[in-house]
């Protein structure tokens, strides 16, 4: 078990293959993994290419580890230069969605917030006087 942080690719026993940052070796033997990029062929004969999708959905930061059982890894290769740029490209492409994404949920989440308060503000007291108390903006 230890730690070692390298850019590898898994082929897994159903079939799946994998591209991730390998973070460590857990001392059961599974892998702790980082940037999980799945590798999907999509078209038919001569018509063929690959792309990389988020191995799990939602978990697109650096933050955001798996742990993936060594049962299931069939083999380990390096990472060429060529696919290793690629790679890259498509690890900054999720953590750009996933840090939008934060963002529009903040921007939704203080929205409906700043409703909740204005909609409390501007409630009919039924004659009674305010309880909001109005504190000066600087």
């Not at 001392?27 to 980082?34: C, H, I, K, P």
Request: aromatic share 10%; glycine share 6%; charged share 25%.
């Amino acid at each position: 078990a230890g730690s070692v942080m390298t850019t590898n690719q898994i082929k897994l026993s159903n079939g799946e293959e994998l591209i991730c940052d390998i973070v460590e070796w857990t001392e059961d033997g599974d892998l702790l993994v980082r940037n999980a990029m799945a590798i999907d062929c999509v078209g038919k004969g001569r018509q063929k290419y690959y792309i990389f999708r988020p191995w799990f959905q939602y978990v697109e930061s650096s933050e955001h580890f798996i742990s993936v059982s060594s049962d299931h890894v069939l083999g380990i290769a390096e990472v060429n230069k060529y696919l290793k740029i690629q790679y890259d490209d498509a690890v900054n492409d999720a953590h750009v969605t996933h840090e939008e994404r934060e963002e529009y949920y903040l921007r939704l989440r203080l929205e409906q917030l700043h409703e909740t308060v204005s909609s409390i503000a501007n409630a009919d007291s039924g004659g009674l006087p305010s309880n909001v108390i109005q504190f000066p903006r600087f």
